[in-house]
């Protein structure tokens, strides 16, 4: 095994805590097991911390009134019975700590924030959507397989958010100074959440164009099929998938 | 000794404040400015900015968007050198990350990984590259060499200078039971470009002190007075806490104190 090998089941082991119970790694012995185990839960809170603080700030924004923040989940009772399940990353664990950040939340004050709601559930997707494995470099045999790519498919763990409000609108001034807490016009909101394979998450209201082309993009239409199915001219589906592509909603796959 | 530029993280909560500052001579950044940073332009211009982000971990190649990363926040910043970490933090194949410092197997293998990726990175930049130790929690059987002397062998290889993480030394000393002045004498002092300072506390996972963004003891300051002096090549002090947490006035006392330690 090579060093990089070795220091790839270290850094699983203080990643994944199931991993860390079997005997594929206990029998390694690469480490004093308490040590290592106390980094680990030091590592996962550090990790949900971030990302609570980030994908949260907007009820962490309102904490002011509805006096629950998000991240103070992450010393209660919840976080610690997680502990013993969590990898750092995946999307089981991201719901699960999101849905912590959401439940402490929800029994706060709303009457003041009656899209608080709508909030929580786009925070928890906007966390959701941004875990799973990621690209940390590009290498060098990308340009060569863009080239072969030519089957539009929608990546797994991209989302489709129904919202009651127009949630977008308020977000911004949510962040900003304010007395009275900024309200979003009642007005039903479609968004899509992806995130590239470099792991930045991104957020677009949709079009019908947009759902449709989700809807077909399997992974066995080729484009000629798409802009049938679609009704779309060439140049538009062209310019919709690159825009889909750009914040990594669709993937392009090799056709069989 | 040239005199040391001593000063901070640029922390955006406390841009207001950092804009309108005194006595701090240069700001790290950890994190480009977000596009609505009001304050952004005023600190631009106002401060020496060093590049302090996360460029990629050197246990492999940086691709060319990563250096072209670099090379265009270099120039946003005109930063006088570029830091980056001795830190192998995700699997090669990107399925774990563990999103915070974590050193590399102090191996020869690793030796010559950081080497070559460290040498083709410096050949793309304008400026200097800077390394940082990282503190280990726990020692991993698989090392086969002391941080120190891997270190060492680094940079008479590279040339690159040392960013000393003086919190850094001290915590490892501490969970090894030496005394911190002792464990650093065998670190490459000599290639210290740029130190960092900070403030450590009790953590509750790990059952022991941790960097925390909190001012620094006297005990940690004594510490930096007594490394300072050992550093003959040292150009900056930096009080390392980069955190939604941290107060204007921690930042500003801790910088202060900073100051009357040198």
Not at chain 1, 9 to 30: K, M
Not at chain 1, 45 to 53: D, G, K, S, T, V
């Amino acid at each position: 095994m090579s060093d990089r090998a070795i220091q790839d089941t270290l850094i699983r082991a203080l990643a994944d805590a199931p991993f860390r119970s079997t005997p594929g790694w206990r029998d390694q012995v690469l480490a004093d097991p308490v040590r290592v185990e106390r980094f680990a839960r030091f590592l996962a809170r550090h990790f949900y911390y971030e990302r609570l603080m980030h994908f949260f700030k907007y009820s962490r924004a309102l904490a002011k009134v509805t006096g629950r923040s998000p991240e103070t989940v992450l010393t209660g009772a919840g976080f610690e019975a997680l502990l013993p399940v969590l990898v750092l990353g995946s999307r089981a664990s991201a719901e699960a700590v999101a849905k912590l950040a959401v439940d402490q939340v929800r029994a706060g004050t709303r009457a003041v924030v009656p899209y608080l709601g709508d909030l929580l559930s786009y925070e928890s997707a906007m966390m959701t959507v941004e875990s799973g494995a990621r690209i940390w470099s590009d290498g060098s045999s990308t340009a060569a397989a863009k080239q072969q790519w030519s089957v539009p498919m929608r990546v797994e763990g991209t989302m489709l958010l129904d919202l009651t409000y127009d949630l977008p609108v308020v977000l911004p001034r949510l962040l900003g100074p304010w007395t009275e807490v900024p309200q979003p016009p009642r007005e039903p909101t479609r968004l899509l959440i992806a995130r590239s394979p470099h792991g930045r998450v991104s957020v677009a209201r949709t079009t019908t164009t947009i759902d449709t082309l989700l809807e077909l993009a399997d992974g066995r239409k080729s484009l000629d099929d798409l802009a049938r199915d679609a009704g779309l001219r060439p140049a538009e589906l062209q310019a919709t998938l690159e825009g889909l592509v750009d914040i990594g909603a669709v993937r392009f796959s090799h056709g069989s | 000794m040239a005199s040391l530029m001593v000063g901070a993280f640029y922390n955006p909560h406390l841009g207001e404040r950092l804009a309108g500052a005194s006595g701090i001579d240069h700001l790290a950044m950890a994190d480009p400015p977000r596009p609505d940073d009001p304050w952004w332009p005023r600190i631009r211009e106002r401060y020496t900015l060093l590049l302090h982000d996360y460029l990629g971990q050197l246990s492999e190649p940086l691709d060319e968007r990563a250096i072209a990363r670099a090379r265009s926040l270099a120039d946003l910043y005109k930063t006088p050198w570029v830091a980056e970490h001795f830190q192998c933090l995700h699997t090669e194949d990107g399925t774990y990350n563990l999103n915070y410092v974590f050193p590399p197997l102090y191996t020869e293998e690793f030796l010559e990984r950081f080497v070559v990726n460290a040498n083709a990175l410096q050949a793309r930049l304008d400026q200097p590259l800077v390394m940082e130790n990282i503190p280990g929690f726990f020692d991993v059987k698989a090392s086969r060499m002391p941080e120190a002397v891997w270190l060492r062998r680094f940079f008479e290889r590279t040339k690159a200078g040392f960013l000393l993480d003086l919190p850094h030394i001290w915590l490892e000393a501490h969970y090894h039971g030496v005394d911190p002045k002792t464990f650093l004498a065998d670190f490459p002092l000599e290639r210290v470009v740029e130190l960092h300072v900070a403030g450590v506390e009790m953590d509750r996972d790990l059952e022991g002190p941790w960097i925390a963004p909190t001012e620094p003891s006297d005990t940690m300051l004594e510490f930096l007075a007594h490394a300072v002096e050992r550093c003959p090549q040292a150009k900056a002090v930096t009080f390392d806490a980069f955190s939604p947490s941290l107060s204007a006035e921690v930042l500003q006392r801790s910088v202060e104190r900073i100051r009357e330690a040198l």
